[in-house]
């Protein structure tokens, strides 16, 4: 049972991380986002919030490495704003953190996998997905800017293709 939890809390929190690592974190004052969950059944949502817990954690770890702050610091910043606003507060690449949350995330894989919560064959199915995603992200951003040096995209455009309206 303890193993089934975590494969499914880890498919979870990739789902999350690889959609999108640079989306907003979640509210940290416990409110749900509009429309989180309806119509869906789920039990007490315990593994939502596991995911949930993860991914912030996550998020904190990879932003204190990069600036050097105390991991309390960046939990502060990211209670009262969000990710985008805390990455553009510290002038941090997206390109960069996206880096950092893939080495952590690839890390808690092995670590899941080395504990026995997954097969050495679930693990090289996740990194498989994780590369092919990065591999989609890095020919998106070439062509976006492809098409910005040759005029054929304007610079709205490219905003609104690299970036998902919130």
């Known amino acids: 049972m303890k193993k089934n939890l975590a494969i499914i809390a880890i498919s979870v929190l990739l789902t999350g991380v690889m959609l999108s690592v640079v989306a907003t974190a979640a509210d940290r004052q416990g409110r749900a986002y509009p429309g989180f969950g ?17 991914y912030e954690n996550l998020v904190a770890q990879a932003l204190s490495e990069i600036t050097a702050q105390p991991i309390e ?59 092919k995603r990065a591999q989609r992200c890095a020919l998106m951003t070439r062509l976006i800017a492809k098409g910005l040096e040759e005029g054929t995209i304007s610079a709205e455009e490219a905003r609104i293709l690299m970036h998902k309206p919130r």
């Open 73 to 131: 610091a960046i939990n502060q910043k990211l209670t009262e704003q969000r990710l985008h606003a805390v990455l553009a507060e510290y002038d941090i690449d997206r390109a960069a953190f996206r880096s950092a949350m893939q080495a952590k995330v690839s890390a808690l894989i092995k670590q899941f996998a080395n504990s026995g919560y997954i097969t050495p064959e679930q693990e090289k199915v996740i990194a498989e997905k994780m590369e």
């Open 38 to 54: 309806h119509g869906r059944h789920h039990n007490d949502g315990s593994l939502q919030l596991l995911s949930r817990y993860l």
